[in-house]
Structures are given as C-alpha cells and as structure tokens.
C-alpha cells in the first residue's frame, strides 16, 4: 500500500525536477527536446505506485515523469539530458530515450504509438514467464490514433497478456485538439472497448484515484484476466516541447488553461490529505534535485570515439563448421531443419507469422512445427505485421528470441516504423543495456506475375540501416546454417530468402551448426574476371561461368551471402586477382549494393583494373505482372556471358545451345509451376 503523503511527495518531486528542467533549459546545456509532464503528474505517480519494481514500464516522448514514479535514477535521467558520459544511455539517447534497468523502466521512443507493440510483447514474455509480472505502457490520446496501438490492443485481448495500458489524454497532440483528430461522439475509451480490452476511467489529475483503480487492474493482470485500458484525463500546462508556457499563441486559450490549473494535482491531493509537505521535506528533495543537477553538469561529456560503439551486440563465435556428408535437403526443407532444432535448443524460442501453422507452412519450411512445439510456441498473427513486429522486438528484448516469418518481403514493409526505428537502434540508443535477438524472415517472390507488390528485393535498403544484418542465403548448406548463426545472433537479422531457391537441393549436414554471417563465399574459382552476386544471382552467374570456359574465360563467382555486414576483403582479393569486375544483382540499380561495391572496390583497388568495372541489375521500374513485360526484367546466365564478353571485346556467340531459357524468366525450372 502507498500512502497517500507518499504520492504526493513523489509528485513534488517530479513538479521540482521538470521546474527544475525548464528554469535551466534556456542556458542551452540540456541541448536536446524536452517534453515535460508539469500538470500531469498524477497519472504516472497513480499508476506507478501500483507496481512493484520487478514490472516493467514503456513510455513515448513525455516519459520523465513516467521514469521518475518508476522508481528510475534521477541523476543518470538528467545526465542523460545533459548528453554525458553517466547518462542512462552514455548520452545517446537524451530525454526522449530514458531507461534503468534495475527500477524497470525498460524505456522509452518518441515515434509515437511505437512503443506500445514493443510492451505487449514484453507483455508476452511476463506471461510466459508465468510470475505474474505485469507490463504498464503510457500513451497519449494521440497515439491512439496510430494503426500499430490498435493492432497492439488486439494482439493483447487476443493473448489475454497482462499489460496496462495507461492513456494520459490531455486533449492535444501538439497543437491540434481532439475535435480535429476524433468524432466528438466517440471516447477512447470506446476504441479500446472495440477490441474486447477492458477499459478504466479514472481522474487523471487525482492521484489517489488513479492509485486505487491502477492497484486494481494490476490485480486483475496479476491474475491472468487479460489487458485493461486506462483512460486518464488530464493537461500539460506547458508547450509541447520545451520549457516555456504558449497559451498566447493561439491554439488553446488561457480560460482552458486556468480551468485546468485550477484542477493542479498537488493542490488535489494536498487538500485530500488536508496536508502539505513539510518543508523539511521539500528541502531535502530540493537537495536531492540540486546534486543531481550538479552532477549533471559537472560530470564528463562521453568520449566522441564512443560514437560509434553498441550498433551490434557482439558478435558470437559460431564454432567450426561440419563436413557437408551426403545427405541432401531442399532450401526449404533446410530452413525448416534450422527452426526445428533451435526451438528445440531453446525454451525461450518462438515461430510466428500469417500461415505458420497453415497446411503449406510457409511454402513447406514451417510444416509440423505447430504439432511439435505446441500453439504458444509456433503461431499464426493476426495481419498486423507492425505491430507484430514490435511484440518481436519487445519479447526478444526482454529474454526471449523470436523467429518472425513474412511470405514476403512486401509485405514486412508496413512495418518499417519497428524495423527501422526500434529493432535496429534499441540496442544503441539505449547504450547497450538490451540486446534484440530477432530473425525475420522475407521471402523474395519471382516470376508467374508476381508483379509490383509481390517480388521486390530491398536487401540494399536494409543494408543501408546500422543496427540490421541483412543475409541472403543461396544454397541449402547455408540457408540451414546461416539461420542458426542468425538466429544465435543477440541483433536483428533479416533473412531473405528468394522463392526459387525453395526448391533448390544440396549437401546440408545433420547436426546444429553455423555458417558465419559475415564473409563471401568463393562458389567457383577463376582467374580472367570476377562475378560477384548473391541469392538466385549466384545460379546464373555459376553457370554462365561453365558457358564461358567455350571462350576461354575462367570466371570467378563470389557469393556475398551477407549484404550487411559487407565483407569486401574477398571481393578485393578477387578483383585484385582478375582484374575485371561485374556485380549481379536482382535489384533496383540506382543506390543498390551494386552501386556500393563498385564504390568500395574504386576505393580499394589502387592499380587500373584491366577493363571498367560493370553491373547487372533489374531495370530501374518495378517488376511487371505479365509474363511477356518482365520476360527481360531479371538477369540471366545469357546477359553475364554477353556482359562478360563485353569486358573482353569480344562477340557472343548466338548459336550457342544454352542462349534459350524460355521458361527462366518466368520459373525457375518447367516442372516448378504457378501459383506460388
Ligand atoms: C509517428 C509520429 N508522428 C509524429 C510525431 C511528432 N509528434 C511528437 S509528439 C506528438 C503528439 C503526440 O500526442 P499525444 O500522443 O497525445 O502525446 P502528448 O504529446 O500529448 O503527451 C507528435 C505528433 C512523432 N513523434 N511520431
Ligand atoms: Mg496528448
């Protein structure tokens, strides 16, 4: 139980600190947005004071207040803010990025909506965990207008996973009001309601009242019951970012303003206590406030060489790897190995994504693994991929390691958002302090009118994301064991698999065993000119090669199997070697990982090359559907030789048997047929 003096003191002292903040900012030392929670203390104090520090809090971009009732550091919060070295996230992440571990804020992101996902997945973990843990997440009334905060409301009803979530509604996001963003007829309530989650209102300016009402929904999540929604009411008495007041410039008046102050939630539970603090009190605490701010400023700003440090978690020693033995596997089937015997391996590992347990299973690489592992280790989602994401990132950071599959790659885009601004950059914003083990699979579709939507190949894109490694398998040997090494990862790894390589059929080993993420693969050695490619890329480029020695022409082919990290060491040795360079590759050719290695083996390669380097790509339009638009969109072993000859001034011959592949643009072999 905490007693009513006890809120209140923890309000004052959050009112001192953000006082304390927006007296100090214009001195231009706290060089980083502020958005302070003056007026609204009393949800994060109600609500917090209903936990215990093993439960875990989110917060977006007003979290101070969030941080502080948590039970989070002062002294590392304002450090942070300062941007130094002792900060809770050694400065990389500044007021909107808080965390302390020990108190259980698990942290905060200010793309709003974005963290709510991330919750309910740490939500999941809490109720696997099975000890009755809970997961409150603070959001504003604008964040329930984000897609993912719905797709995250129903994840958790549909779970029934033991998460709050505590909507601090003060009316405005920014400058706009509600009456521009919602129907007036309709509460927030009522949207939480739509998805089946239990709903909440409580005073948002009445401690006392919010404590008793958070105390007994955290009960009822303690006890399995399922999500509840708190809607708070309340108001910042400040600007949206920073430190000053702004009812003067026009988008909310002074009359608002005052009605609301009058509601200061200090003076609420002040006049319930019929109390005040006393002044020794307020002393101590403006002591407390002025060390920590002492501190702040005193203490040293980070090393700038730190810059760069935490992108990745370290990388793993994946161990040696097997002989190939004799035993062969299709892609597919190699893919399903690895998954089986890691969710084997590992309790905490987890399968997920649309048509996981459906009777294809994923084009035949997650068939049986539902009736193995049971239905809370192997699931379908709902088509929520955003949010599911974030239930990914916020499970995998919180101990347990997701495997999330895509059917294809177009379809991961619409979550972007937690790939991009979560996955990829929890670990270094929070300094470190938490890892993302995460797969996701994508699936590259080709051919039979996969068309727009259903065929892109954005390896490139990823790769150009710090934080993401981005792998791209060619063989069954590698696929197996390098979704083991991903997936032994402590950082986000995306997979993509290209459909036609499915069926492909090759030597995979029996045992659990890694293949390095980083480093090409010299798939046929040669001395007059360099392939380098990766993916089904490699298939054409290995038998153009066998087509070139008619010419004379030893080709090499590297298979980058990594796009991020990017391993040029072997592709320098080989151009180095030959003296000849063509990129492959079934992507987009402007600002594509072709572009980067030309630039790279520019900038290595000192001594003229023996001809211009040179590159294969996909035409800059999307893919086309009919069959007859895309017959010359993808490169084929025919386009490399005729390439290749180009390096070498010399003419194709035409009559050559293997120059007619009728069906490769459309399938990969005649017997491989649609749909797929
Ligand atoms: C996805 C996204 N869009 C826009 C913004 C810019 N932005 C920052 S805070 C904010 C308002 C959020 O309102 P609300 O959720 O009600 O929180 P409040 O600021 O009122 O506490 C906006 C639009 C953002 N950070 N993220
Ligand atoms: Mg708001």
């Given at each position: 139980m905490t007693a009513p003096l006890e809120l209140l003191r923890s309000m004052t002292r959050i009112r001192m600190v953000e006082e304390e903040i927006a007296k100090?900012?214009?001195?231009?030392?706290?060089?980083?947005?502020?958005?302070?929670?003056?007026?609204?203390?009393?949800?994060?104090?109600?609500?917090?004071?209903?936990?215990?520090?093993?439960?875990?809090?989110?917060?977006?971009?007003?979290?101070?207040?969030?941080y502080l009732a948590k039970g989070g550091n002062l002294k590392a919060m304002l450090a942070e803010i300062y941007g130094k070295a002792t900060g809770c996230c050694g400065g990389k992440g500044g007021s909107m990025h808080l965390t302390d571990q020990t108190a259980g804020f698990i942290g905060a992101t200010p793309i709003v909506g974005s963290t709510v996902p991330i919750a309910v997945g740490a939500a999941l973990t809490a109720q696997r965990e099975g000890k009755g843990r809970v997961v409150v997440v603070f959001l504003g009334d604008g964040?329930?207008?984000?897609?993912?905060?719905?797709?995250?409301?129903?994840?958790?009803?549909?779970?029934?996973?033991?998460?709050?979530?505590?909507?601090?509604?003060?009316?405005?996001s920014v400058y706009s009001p509600l009456e521009v963003r919602q129907p007036p007829q309709r509460s927030i309530s009522d949207l939480a309601a739509g998805h089946g989650v239990k709903t909440v209102q409580a005073d948002g300016n009445d401690a006392q009242e919010v404590y008793g009402k958070a105390c007994a929904a955290v009960q009822d999540l303690r006890q399995g019951a399922g999500p509840v929604f708190m809607e708070l009411p309340t108001y910042r008495w400040l600007e949206h970012c920073g430190p000053g007041y702004d009812n003067d410039i026009g988008y909310r008046t002074e009359g608002e303003f005052q009605e609301w102050k009058q509601r200061d939630p200090l003076?609420?539970?002040?006049?319930?206590?019929?109390?005040?603090?006393?002044?020794?009190?307020?002393?101590?605490?403006?002591?407390?406030?002025?060390?920590?701010?002492s501190a702040a400023i005193s203490d040293p700003f980070p090393d700038p060489a730190s810059a760069g440090l935490h992108v990745y978690a370290?990388?793993?020693?994946?161990?040696?790897?097997?002989?190939?033995?004799?035993?062969e596997l299709t892609y597919a089937e190699a893919l399903r190995e690895a998954q089986d015997m890691y969710l084997a391996k590992y309790d905490c590992s987890y399968l997920m994504g649309l048509g996981v347990p459906d009777p294809k299973g994923i084009f035949g690489t997650t068939l049986g693994l539902q009736k193995k592992y049971g239905e809370s280790r192997v699931f379908d989602i709902p088509l929520s991929e955003n949010a599911i994401t974030g239930v990914a990132i916020g499970s995998a950071i919180t101990g347990m390691r997701p495997i999330l599959t895509h059917q294809r790659l177009d379809f991961a885009l619409v979550s972007i958002d937690q790939i991009v601004n979560q996955a990829a950059k929890w670990h270094y914003m929070f300094n470190g302090a938490m890892k993302v083990p995460l797969v996701i699979r994508m699936i590259i579709g080709r051919g039979w009118g996969q068309g727009p939507q259903h065929s892109q190949s954005l390896h490139a894109w990823f790769a150009h994301i710090p934080g993401l490694k981005v792998i791209t398998p060619s063989t069954p040997h590698d696929a197996k064991g390098m979704l083991i090494a991903a997936l032994e990862d402590d950082n986000p790894v995306l997979l993509l698999e290209h459909r036609w390589l499915h069926s492909a059929k090759g030597f995979v080993p029996k045992v659990y065993y890694s293949t390095p993420l980083e480093g090409c693969n010299i798939v046929k050695k040669g001395n007059d000119i360099s392939l380098v490619t990766h993916s089904y890329g490699v298939n054409e480029c290995r038998e153009a090669a066998i087509r070139l020695k008619k010419y004379n022409i030893s080709a090499e082919v590297v298979d980058l199997r990594s796009i991020?990290?990017?391993?040029?060491?072997?592709?320098?040795?080989s151009v180095k070697k030959t003296g000849r360079l063509i990129v492959v590759d079934d992507a987009e050719r402007s600002c594509g990982i072709s572009a980067e290695i030309l630039a790279k083996v520019t900038e290595g390669i000192e001594k003229d090359l023996l001809s211009t380097p040179s590159r294969l790509t996909c035409p800059e339009h999307p893919c086309p559907t009919s069959?007859?638009?895309?017959?010359?969109?993808?490169?084929?072993?025919?386009?490399?030789?005729?390439?290749?000859?180009?390096?070498?001034?010399?003419?194709?011959?035409f009559n050559e048997p293997g120059n007619t592949h009728d069906f490769r643009y459309d399938q990969p072999n005649p017997s491989y047929t649609g749909p797929f």
């Open positions: 100090r900012y214009p001195q231009q030392q706290m060089r980083c947005p502020v958005h302070l929670s003056i007026g609204q203390e009393a949800a994060a104090v109600g609500v917090c004071a209903a936990l215990q520090p093993s439960d875990w809090a989110f917060s977006g971009h007003r979290n101070h207040a969030h964040a329930m207008e984000a897609g993912v905060v719905h797709e995250s409301l129903n994840f958790a009803a549909l779970k029934k996973l033991p998460i709050l979530f505590a909507c601090e509604n003060n009316l405005y003076v609420i539970s002040s006049q319930q206590l019929s109390a005040v603090l006393e002044s020794a009190e307020i002393d101590a605490i403006r002591d407390e406030i002025e060390a920590a701010f370290p990388a793993k020693d994946t161990g040696p790897e097997p002989e190939r033995g004799t035993r991020s990290p990017l391993d040029m060491s072997f592709i320098l040795k069959s007859k638009l895309s017959e010359k969109y993808y490169t084929t072993a025919s386009d490399i030789v005729l390439e290749v000859l180009k390096h070498f001034h010399r003419p194709m011959d």
